[in-house]
């Protein structure tokens, strides 16, 4: 598959490369969300890094090429991977999950009363999330899908558990209508560093320019979840600045792509949670039309990250 891509370079595909991309693609996808249905966790974070590794290699041809490839996939019921990653990796753990079989089930002498499955460990939560993010950020109609099962929730609700290797499974929440939302915010409030950082990404991909999980992060209480993480001083550092730099960027999504109007309101939820000064430091920034190159870029948000936190009160 990386092979086909780098034949191509930076120059647009010709007809027979794209159907031959496609075909690699189609391949990659199908075989990682086989392995990501799996009823055994190791399975299934095989295929978690089988299905980032295909969205990685088309991400920067993607962008250059404008070929599409990922999205036109999407398309497809059996290569979508947002329903996977829900209804398996990041699904409420049930009954069956913790099911004794027996030996005489296992060797079909008696029928098995539920499909033996493992719940999702922390680390393969931390992967569906970063394969979700991708998706949201390669497919625009992916984060319209990952509304559905009210994403934004999971990601933002889940309070500080005092056992750090808990499955995350037990405290998810039943996928439905908003609770996409619902699912991102649970995560965030955990202790894990990892999972938080993977959590605050994953949210911007599903915010950015899809109107429908912005409402949900509104609905969620969204901001004020951000605004208890980011102002307790007890927490990680990188947390903390992670958050700030999520704050300079939901402004700036709001400001280029939901108008003067939503840019006003957003201006005034964060006075509210951060005080004026903060507030109007936030929405100053215009990092979307900043001309740097990607690294450069990252600096310049870490820097301003820095400001945002020493200009609010912490708890």
Request: charged fraction near 25%; glycine fraction near 4%.
């Amino acid at each position: 598959m990386l092979r086909a891509v780098e034949a191509a370079g930076r120059r647009r595909p010709t007809a027979a490369e794209r159907r031959r991309m496609y075909r690699d693609l189609a391949l990659a996808l199908r075989c990682g969300l086989r392995d990501a249905a799996a009823g055994f966790s190791f399975l299934r974070l095989r295929g978690l890094r089988a299905l980032l590794r295909a969205l990685s290699s088309y991400a920067a041809f993607d962008a250059d090429a404008g070929t599409g490839l990922f999205r036109d996939s999407q398309a497809i019921r059996d290569l979508q991977v947002v329903p996977v990653l829900f209804e398996h990796s990041l699904r409420k753990a049930t009954a069956g999950d913790t099911a004794v079989v027996t030996v005489a089930q296992v060797l079909g002498m008696q029928p098995a009363a539920a499909r033996l499955r493992n719940p999702a460990t922390d680390s393969e939560v931390v992967l569906a999330l970063r394969v979700l993010q991708g998706c949201c950020l390669l497919c625009p109609s992916c984060a319209v899908a990952a509304h559905r099962y009210s994403a934004v929730k999971v990601c933002s609700d889940i309070a500080p558990m005092p056992n750090a290797h808990q499955c995350w499974t037990t405290r998810i929440l039943c996928c439905g209508p908003g609770h996409l939302l619902q699912v991102v915010l649970n995560i965030l409030m955990t202790r894990d560093v990892l999972e938080q950082r993977a959590c605050l990404d994953t949210l911007l991909a599903l915010l950015v320019d899809c109107s429908e999980n912005l409402m949900d992060f509104k609905e969620q209480d969204g901001l004020n979840k951000i605004a208890d993480v980011v102002k307790d001083t007890n927490r990680d550092d990188h947390v903390r600045l992670k958050c700030s730099e999520f704050l300079l960027l939901y402004s700036g999504n709001a400001k280029e792509y939901c108008g003067p109007a939503s840019k006003s309101n957003v201006q005034e939820d964060l006075q509210k949670h951060f005080g004026e000064k903060c507030a109007s430091f936030i929405c100053s920034m215009d990092l979307f039309s900043s001309t740097l190159d990607s690294q450069m870029r990252q600096s310049e948000l870490s820097f301003l990250a820095e400001h945002v936190l020493d200009y609010m009160q912490p708890y």
